[in-house]
């Protein structure tokens, strides 16, 4: 700081712009870290995303009881939407997670697979028992009220939606991402339909550990 | 004879063997082969089960997969299938599937395939159970689908898996 009496307006203007592109730095690096943490939600506590995700639900299990976000709790999940008439993707789904599970030895019991239909007009709770039943693993199917439906789909960010097919009967489009939760019910990410095993696998045991 | 250039040879030998282990459960009608018609087992009371196959057109024309009936189905419909943003749609398919002239029509998982609908009995796993399809110039034919596990993601021939 060497300013002559005459620099002195100048140098305070520079004081300010140095200040006020200390101020933006900041701001860009805290906005860049919010937006970071945003798109890498990996369970950190202080992170609002993994907190906000999911969320409270309520569903009832093919014994007729009822499931909440904190029966679940203690357990991580893999949770994913879906109706037993579906074609390929659910089914497709189910087997990848009892083949991943299978493939984590002892560990495969280390998370829950949660199955949840979107068609509560076609899959009765104890139907979806006797569906989820088939893929050789315990998984627990869920399914609700077109209202407790609705609750699960906003948490998780779920689109379905029924199609009129001809001659009356509908079909369900929906979204066909796993998704990943920890034990606390926090996001940990998901696994995508077109990703690797080996990719899925290194999710679960992230996941797990 | 087909004389083959050298190097088709190891892909030509690895396909007929392939080709040998399809043919187990393969189908003609006219110039039309209907290669491994499988299905996903269902669970007890399950509406609706799914069906694959491929079916290769040796002809020069195309051919059209219009439609099918089947003893365990109220209805035989032909459906495709279409991820769009990580959705999952499935579509009923107006005025059937065309089978190219000298191509193939794949029928299988994430793509076109078969929904029996309205199935009037459980599919176990291990059994056949027949489908009469119909095609627009081939005619009819009844080939026989075998069930398969639930986690199948292609025919299984002698208990192994294929894709």
Not at chain 1, 21 to 33: I, K, Q
Not at chain 1, 41 to 64: E, I, K, Q, R, S
Request: glycine residues 12%.
């Amino acid at each position: 700081m060497q300013d002559t009496e005459q620099k002195e307006p100048r140098s305070g203007f520079a004081r300010l712009r140095t200040a006020l592109w200390l101020v933006l730095g900041v701001a860009t690096m805290v906005s860049l870290a919010v937006i970071y943490d945003r798109g890498h939600p990996a369970g950190d506590p202080a992170n609002d995303y993994a907190h906000t995700f999911g969320g409270p639900f309520t569903l009832t299990a093919p014994d007729g009881s009822l499931v909440t976000e904190k029966t679940l709790a203690g357990k991580p999940y893999a949770i994913f939407f879906g109706f037993t008439r579906c074609p390929d993707v659910c089914p497709t789904s189910l087997a990848r997670m009892a083949r991943l599970r299978k493939q984590l030895g002892a560990d495969g019991m280390k998370f829950n697979i949660v199955f949840v239909s979107v068609d509560p007009g076609h899959d009765k709770p104890a139907d979806l028992g006797n569906y989820v039943a088939l893929f050789g693993t315990p998984i627990l199917g869920l399914t609700g009220t077109d209202a407790q439906l609705e609750q699960i789909k906003k948490g998780y960010g779920v689109y379905s939606a029924k199609v009129p097919q001809p001659g009356g009967d509908y079909t369900i489009d929906h979204t066909a991402a796993i998704y990943l939760m920890t034990a606390r019910g926090e996001f940990s990410g998901t696994i995508d339909h077109q990703e690797s095993d080996a990719t899925a696998l290194a999710k679960l045991k992230r996941l797990i550990a | 004879m087909m004389r083959l250039p050298p190097k088709t040879l190891v892909p030509a030998l690895a396909l007929s063997a392939l080709a040998s282990a399809a043919l187990a459960h393969g189908y003609q009608a006219g110039n039309l082969g209907i290669q491994h018609p499988w299905s996903r087992e269902t669970a007890p009371g399950q509406a609706v089960g799914g069906g694959f196959m491929t079916i290769t057109n040796k002809s020069q024309s195309d051919d059209r997969l219009v439609s099918g009936t089947s003893p365990v189905a109220a209805e035989v419909q032909l459906h495709t299938m279409t991820m769009d943003g990580g959705v999952m749609r499935m579509r009923q398919v107006e005025g059937g599937i065309a089978v190219p002239a000298r191509g193939t029509l794949e029928l299988k998982p994430g793509s076109y395939h078969i929904m029996f609908m309205g199935l009037k009995r459980q599919l176990r796993q291990g059994e056949r159970f027949p489908v009469t399809l119909r095609f627009q110039r081939a005619g009819r034919v009844t080939v026989q689908f075998a069930v398969q596990p639930v986690t199948s993601t292609g025919p299984i021939e002698n208990g192994h898996a294929g894709h």
